[in-house]
């Protein structure tokens, strides 16, 4: 089974008028835990996408014009993800996409290869997420722990911080953020492989 780590950054947070400004992944065996193939890249957006930005999230991101101006062409982009997903086997029986959180990062996700276009390739459908998974291994674990769960937050640098793990580095970034869902991943279901 393919794990496919994967986490953007973005112009905002409405997949209707912002865009991907950075998407990054990590492919790994689940089985075996070895590292079959990661992605990333910057992607270029025109000066209208720049300008409709939010704010906020171009503080929380720290993205350039200079940076995004001189990324690859969201065309090019997807093919080469399309290109390595396919390469690597992803398919709905093979392989699972994982993110902070996918509901978001689908949406911005779709707009760069079609979701007809993933359904044509075989990908997965269901993309899950490690606050779901936190919160099932904790109901698991103490069933009252429900309210300290809600009181503690199910962000990723929450969920970090339960396992003693540091925040995610700074500045957000998408292999950044990549790398810090992995380890909050092995930090509630071991090492991968092991």
């Given amino acids: 089974m393919l794990l496919v780590f994967l986490d953007t950054e973005t112009s905002g947070l409405n997949p209707e008028k912002h865009r991907i400004l950075e998407i990054a992944f990590k492919i790994l065996d689940s089985v075996s835990g070895k590292h079959v193939a990661n992605y990333s890249s910057i992607i270029a957006q025109p000066p209208a996408v720049w300008s409709a930005a939010d704010p906020e999230s171009l503080e929380i991101n720290e993205f350039t014009w200079e940076e995004v101006s001189t990324g690859r062409p969201e065309k090019q982009v997807a093919n080469e993800i399309s ?13 699972v996409f994982i993110c902070q959180n996918p ?13 007809d276009l993933q359904t044509e390739y075989g990908w997965p459908y ?21 309210k300290q769960i809600k009181e503690e937050g199910l962000s990723k640098n929450k969920i970090a911080r339960h396992f003693g793990l ?9 292999m950044n953020g990549v790398k810090h869902l992995i380890a909050c991943y092995e930090a509630l279901f071991g090492k991968i492989g092991s």
Avoid: T, Y
């Fill in 103 to 115: 509901s978001f990062d689908r949406a911005f996700f779709c707009g760069l290869i079609d979701a």
């Fill in 83 to 95: 290109d390595l997903l396919n390469q690597a086997g992803m398919s709905e029986q093979e392989g």
């Fill in 166 to 174: 540091p925040a995610e580095a700074s500045p957000h970034r998408a």
């Fill in 126 to 146: 269901h993309w899950l997420d490690l606050a779901s998974m936190f919160w099932a291994i904790r109901m698991l674990q103490d069933k009252k722990s429900v």
